[in-house]
């Protein structure tokens, strides 16, 4: 008996541990883009309010890695977006919404950046709870922004999100 609890104290003490760590790197923005940081790398960085802060603060490697977010409107935090570079002309992007709380949706809207700067929207859900996936075939390559927002009336929301391709980096 005693051994289990120690186990289990261990795992709620590391578990504990890297939640701050990463909630520690998010509060003061010392993550550089590209840089991997494990095992932070899961949880969004602020500022993600814009495309700019999503390009510079959270990219997505497709099939490596996965986010997780927090919206709350009470703080003002309505919108967070993920910055992904499709690197194949005409291949397939799987974008994925998880772990959401039914009676907390979210809504998921994804972008793509052309030639001259403008925002193209791609595809979207509205009201995903629990877990949605959005197949966008043929893409050609370059800018998607994912765009993650609370619906009319939720006040706050967790989710996770992730990109898979039909390639492996």
């Not at 977010?69 to 992007?93: A, E, K, M, P, Q």
Request: hydrophobic letters at 35%; a negative charge.
């Amino acid at each position: 008996m005693k051994k289990r609890v120690m186990i289990l104290l261990t795992v709620v003490l590391i578990s504990t541990s890297i939640t701050s760590f990463a909630m520690d790197i998010d509060a003061k923005g010392e993550i550089d883009v590209g840089q991997n940081v494990e095992p932070s790398s899961m949880y969004e960085v602020e500022p993600n309010d814009t495309p700019e802060q999503a390009e510079r603060n959270n990219p997505i490697q497709a099939n490596t890695q996965w986010r997780k977010g927090y919206l709350n409107s009470s703080y003002g935090d309505t919108v967070d977006y993920y910055y992904y570079y499709h690197s194949w002309d005409y291949d397939n992007i799987i974008v994925t919404v998880f772990d959401v709380a039914r009676a907390q949706p979210v809504n998921l809207d994804v972008y793509y950046r052309d030639n001259n700067g403008n925002m193209n929207w791609v595809d979207g859900s509205r009201n995903i709870g629990f877990q949605e996936s959005l197949t966008m075939t043929n893409r050609r390559k370059g800018d998607y922004f994912i765009k993650i927002t609370l619906p009319r009336g939720v006040t706050m929301a967790s989710y996770s999100v992730m990109v898979d391709t039909n390639r492996r980096n």
